[in-house]
């Protein structure tokens, strides 16, 4: 039960874990298009607070499950009137891959309530996806995995 458990908790993380012996892998997280940052660039005032109400802590680690240090971190997230530029906000990861935003909670603006992230650092394909809130959440984790260029 906990070894199924500890699999689903890796598998939402994008995590993929390895049998025992085997060296451990992490899969990179799928990007999922450009979001709000096609129209705009990735500029972001470098700020890891833009109100209270919802904190995202995070992980930016290589496929070897070893973190990114130094990795830019552009975060943005709509308000009730859409996106403006008092929702965004970047930070870089430390040396453990982490980073962290506070923000209110999103709006429901064009779906569910949620935050676009983009990632950024050299000899990495940059990535953007997005972490969805859940209802009624006032944290949440993600960990993000970024492919390296060939």
Known sequence: MLACLVAAVAAAGGL???????????????????????????????RAKIGTGHVLQGRVLRTDCKPVAGALVVLWQAGPNGYGPRGRGSVRTDRAGRFRFEGPVPASYGGLPHIH???????YEELVTRYIVRPGSK?????????PLL
């Open 117 to 123: 992230i983009a990632v950024l650092h050299p000899g």
């Open 16 to 46: 993929t874990l390895a049998a025992p012996g085997t060296s451990a892998a992490c899969q990179p997280t799928r990007s999922d298009g450009t979001g709000p940052f096609q129209q705009s660039g990735l500029s972001a005032p470098r």
């Open 139 to 147: 944290s949440g984790r993600i960990t993000l995995v970024l492919a």
